[in-house]
């Protein structure tokens, strides 16, 4: 596709619940970012992958959270028992290069609302 | 402990003049900023970088100004047009790194 594509675009999930968010990029490029947006802040970073190799996790914020990106391409990130303070839109972004700033192409973010 | 800091949540402007948003950073190990413009439901879209060798970088109507000895950058979109009503989010880096940091965002109202 043209853009990065993220789905679902909202989530609604029990506490307690395990939850994947799913990330689309655009095709071809190697570097792919989530970021989480709490409500009221700008993005924060959690974790990058150069293909399917997973270099930077310093943003995960507890061990419940996990991404994968197996085949170099789409990307799940994954949250277990869901927390509320787990609340927020997280953003998946790619790009051709690392440090390609000007490339660097958001989605439109998954809602996780945890009730 | 926020390393890049937007302190005005919003800004009002009349169409035709001049917004200028705001940024301040702590980490003097960034080294290139970068402003993106975020409209509902979107992601985040590139805007305008600069580069600490610079202090000024212009594309159109966006300019942006870096003061590296006090670690404070600024938007300036002259002349504001409607269509510039949107969140606004500086960002930081240390070039060839992976992760951006950001500010919380600046919600601008362009006003007719």
């Known amino acids: 596709g043209a853009g990065v594509s993220q789905s679902p675009r909202y989530k609604v999930a029990k506490r307690g619940q395990d939850v994947a968010l799913r990330c689309d990029p655009i095709s071809g490029h190697v570097s792919l970012f989530w970021y989480q947006q709490a409500l009221g802040q700008g993005p924060e970073f959690l974790t990058y992958?150069?293909?399917?190799?997973?270099?930077?996790k310093s943003g995960l914020p507890s061990d419940r959270f996990f991404a994968e990106r197996p085949e170099g391409s789409v990307s799940t990130l994954k949250i277990q028992r869901t927390q509320q303070e787990d609340s927020a839109v997280y953003l998946c972004?790619?790009?051709?290069?690392?440090?390609?700033?000007?490339?660097?192409?958001f989605g439109s973010g998954t809602r996780l609302t945890v009730v | 402990d926020q390393q890049v800091k937007q302190n005005s949540p919003s800004l009002s402007v009349q169409e035709g003049r001049i917004s200028i948003l705001n940024c301040d950073y702590t980490?003097?190990?960034?080294?290139?900023f970068l402003w993106y413009k975020k409209y509902p439901a979107e992601g985040p879209t590139f805007l305008i970088s600069i580069s600490s060798i610079k202090d000024k970088n212009e594309d159109g109507r966006f300019t942006v100004f870096l003061n590296k000895s006090a670690k404070h950058l600024s938007l300036h979109i002259v002349p504001s047009q409607p269509g510039d009503s949107a969140v606004y989010f500086c960002?930081?880096?240390?070039?060839?790194?992976?992760?951006?940091?950001f500010g919380q965002g600046t919600r601008l109202t362009i006003n007719p």
């Open positions: 992958f150069q293909n399917e190799a997973q270099l930077d």
């Open positions: 980490n003097s190990m960034f080294d290139y």
């Open positions: 960002a930081a880096t240390i070039q060839g790194a992976q992760k951006l940091v």
């Open positions: 972004a790619s790009s051709s290069h690392p440090s390609d700033y000007y490339g660097y192409t």
